[in-house]
């Protein structure tokens, strides 16, 4: 099935530092998108990505999509206490089913992101 | 105004007995979903609902039985539960376009199964 490969796997930064982190794939995918998660909360969205090269900003996030359309990168810069969490990416390929298209998400496996004040 | 909403929150059951978890969105969409994330916080889609209309159904054991009264509204109810169904599960919505893809996420229902 499709995989995403997203790194790295955990991160350790000091506060005002900048953050990089992406996402792979073997597949093309027709958009990209980022969520964070909370602790005991469920992910909310950041960025979505809809065009191979589209650079989107979001505050200090800025994330990419691939121009092979197989990867994705997320930026987040001067880092704050308050942007720990675990950041997802996901990837979309639009499906055609009898009913209709049908809009599945495949989601990397996660970068865990902590700042230290 | 919560967007989209979980009950409960914790669920702590015994194998092999039979639960269900409820989800309702606000938002207007038409398009529902249920997620589990393991214990790795590896996020998997289990069943898709357009207009109570199932399409999407990811190879997940019979006994996970998704039920969707009305478009607002998406429960999934659990059979005869296992060790292994301990998870957190999530409900998310979407409309239905070319933003489709674009989730909003319920705050999760933790299950522990004993």
């Known amino acids: 099935g499709q995989q995403l490969n997203q790194s790295p796997q955990s991160m350790f930064i000091q506060e005002g530092e900048d953050v990089s982190m992406n996402c792979t794939s073997s597949?093309?995918?027709?958009?990209w998108l980022w969520y964070k998660q909370d602790p005991g909360e469920g992910p909310v969205l950041l960025i979505a990505?809809?065009?191979?090269?589209e650079l989107t900003s979001n505050g200090r996030l800025t994330a990419q999509f691939g121009i092979t359309r197989k990867d994705s990168f997320l930026n987040i810069s001067a880092s704050i206490p308050s942007d720990v969490g675990i950041y997802f990416c996901?990837?979309?390929?639009?499906?055609?089913?009898?009913?209709?298209?049908?809009?599945?998400?495949?989601f990397g496996k996660g970068t865990k992101l902590t700042v230290n004040p | 105004d919560t967007a989209v909403s979980q009950t409960p929150k914790y669920l702590v059951t015994q194998m092999g007995n039979d639960k269900s978890i409820k989800c309702e969105q606000n938002?207007?969409?038409?398009?529902m979903y249920w997620y589990k994330q393991d214990s790795k916080k590896f996020l998997k889609i289990m069943f898709s609902?357009?207009?109570?209309?199932?399409?999407i159904n990811e190879t997940v054991p019979n006994r996970f039985s998704p039920k969707s009264p009305d478009k607002a509204h998406l429960n999934l109810h659990i059979n005869s539960l296992e060790l292994g169904d301990s998870a957190v599960y999530f409900c998310?919505?979407?409309?239905?376009?070319?933003?489709?893809?674009?989730?909003?996420f319920g705050p999760g229902t933790r299950l522990t199964v004993t």
């Open positions: 938002l207007g969409h038409d398009t």
């Open positions: 998310a919505s979407s409309h239905r376009d070319r933003r489709a893809y674009e989730q909003y």
């Open positions: 609902y357009n207009n109570k209309e199932l399409i």
């Open positions: 990505l809809y065009k191979a090269g």
């Open positions: 996901a990837g979309q390929r639009f499906l055609r089913l009898t009913q209709g298209g049908s809009e599945k998400l495949v």
């Open positions: 597949s093309i995918f027709n958009t």
